[in-house]
């Protein structure tokens, strides 16, 4: 087969047909990739390009209420600063950390309010000078595009409200909480709607809603039902009314919602996270004529050559039979894994990803 363009290729895979190879792709974090240009990736070429990662373009929308953002303190060490949706939070400087939440403005059903009347769809919202300009190369070179959208459990808890506030509300009241989620959502659509009748047509949309840790999910099956489900049934609705993909990011072991998923029409899960317990192996078998599988090469075993060959040929030749996978570490993947170890993984992925 020749090779085909990454629009070409990504169709197949989403149709479970076989293409001329397994999509590729992945997310180094920026402290990896200081390191891999100290260890030999040429200066001013990123991984993509040096790599060969498939063409998978995107664009976001705003859907925050827009708060201010002001800077409050900044170190060399550390930055504090507020976000659009009233979040206070302190990141480290200089390497790679996860942010400190310190404080945020909607912690109840009154500041929910005042956030809610501000979310409102506006031209502004949608960078189109970036589409302008970019759309039309993206379609020159067969890209996959991506639309992105920003609502669910974990944008609230983790972002917007607060891990604890949030979980409690889950309990005692969740109807706040789908309201969030669902505002968040009507806000994505209305300027998904916007783009896509003017033209920018795009063949996926993505979310990230880290709804699992290493133990299971963070809430019960019946409240996902009851709250996020919903939210997402819609959205995954109107991508299928207009020919469009809808893939989850999710963290964690989310195994238990894997029926649910599937029978709202979930088309693509990501990342398929190893050390919390996502078995590959059981969800191409139950679920691989419905469900595209992304990710799910452990980060923890790229730093041996052995383990990594054993994960990655066994893994492709179960998870690549008849179109449905997508390359992607499971997760992101970490400052410990050097130039050369990465490089290795790709020869690996290369080589056993070939149909």
């Given amino acids: 087969?020749?090779?085909?363009?990454?629009?070409?290729?990504?169709s197949r895979v989403f149709d479970h047909e076989e293409p001329d190879r397994v999509p590729m792709s992945d997310g180094p974090w920026a402290?990896?990739?200081?390191?891999?240009?100290?260890?030999?990736?040429?200066?001013?070429?990123?991984?993509?390009?040096?790599?060969?990662?498939?063409?998978?373009?995107?664009?976001s929308n705003d859907n925050s209420p827009r708060f201010p953002v002001k800077v409050?303190?900044?170190?060399?060490?550390?930055?504090?600063?507020?976000?659009?949706?009233?979040?206070?939070?302190?990141?480290?400087?200089?390497?790679a950390s996860v942010p400190?939440?310190?404080?945020?403005?909607?912690?109840?059903?009154?500041?929910?309010?005042?956030?809610?009347a501000r979310m409102t769809p506006s031209e502004d919202r949608i960078d189109w000078a970036s589409?302008?300009?970019?759309?039309?190369?993206?379609?020159?070179?067969?890209?996959?595009?991506?639309?992105?959208?920003?609502?669910?459990?974990?944008?609230?808890?983790?972002?917007?409200?607060?891990?604890?506030?949030?979980?409690?509300?889950?309990?005692?009241d969740p109807e706040w909480c789908r309201d969030m989620v669902e505002t968040a959502l009507d806000l994505n659509l209305a300027m998904l709607s916007m783009a896509w009748d003017r033209g920018y047509k795009f063949h996926a949309v993505r979310w990230p809603d880290d709804m699992g840790y290493r133990n299971g999910l963070f809430f019960s099956v019946d409240t996902y039902?009851?709250?996020?489900?919903?939210?997402?049934?819609?959205?995954?609705?109107?991508?299928?009314?207009?020919?469009?993909?809808?893939?989850?990011?999710?963290?964690?072991?989310?195994?238990?919602?894997i029926p649910d998923l599937v029978e709202i029409g979930l088309d693509a899960l990501n990342p398929l996270e190893q050390k919390a317990?996502?078995?590959?192996?059981?969800?191409?078998?139950?679920?691989?004529?419905?469900?595209?599988?992304?990710?799910?090469?452990?980060?923890?075993?790229?730093?041996?050559?052995?383990?990594?060959?054993?994960?990655?040929?066994?893994?492709?030749?179960?998870?690549?039979?008849n179109g449905g996978y997508i390359y992607h570490s499971d997760h992101s993947v970490p400052d410990n894994v050097s130039f050369a170890d990465y490089c290795r993984v790709m020869e690996l992925v290369r080589y056993y990803g070939k149909y």
């Fill in 100 to 116: 400190e939440f310190l404080d945020f403005r909607i912690k109840d059903r009154d500041s929910w309010a005042e956030a809610k």
């Fill in 1 to 10: 087969m020749s090779e085909l363009t990454t629009f070409e290729r990504m």
């Fill in 225 to 257: 039902r009851r709250v996020i489900k919903p939210a997402q049934k819609r959205l995954i609705e109107w991508c299928h009314e207009r020919g469009v993909r809808a893939m989850l990011h999710s963290c964690g072991n989310i195994m238990a919602l």
């Fill in 31 to 59: 402290s990896t990739v200081a390191r891999w240009h100290r260890e030999g990736l040429p200066p001013g070429v990123s991984p993509h390009g040096f790599f060969g990662w498939d063409n998978i373009a995107g664009f």
């Fill in 277 to 321: 317990g996502m078995d590959v192996f059981e969800l191409k078998a139950k679920w691989g004529d419905k469900l595209v599988l992304e990710g799910g090469i452990d980060v923890r075993n790229m730093t041996d050559g052995e383990k990594i060959e054993e994960e990655i040929r066994t893994k492709f030749e179960a998870v690549k039979k």
């Fill in 131 to 172: 589409l302008a300009k970019n759309y039309p190369k993206w379609e020159a070179a067969g890209a996959w595009i991506v639309g992105s959208a920003w609502f669910g459990y974990d944008v609230f808890a983790s972002w917007h409200v607060g891990y604890e506030r949030f979980l409690i509300a889950l309990a005692e």
């Fill in 72 to 95: 409050l303190e900044e170190t060399a060490d550390y930055r504090i600063h507020t976000t659009a949706w009233g979040a206070t939070m302190k990141n480290l400087s200089g390497r």
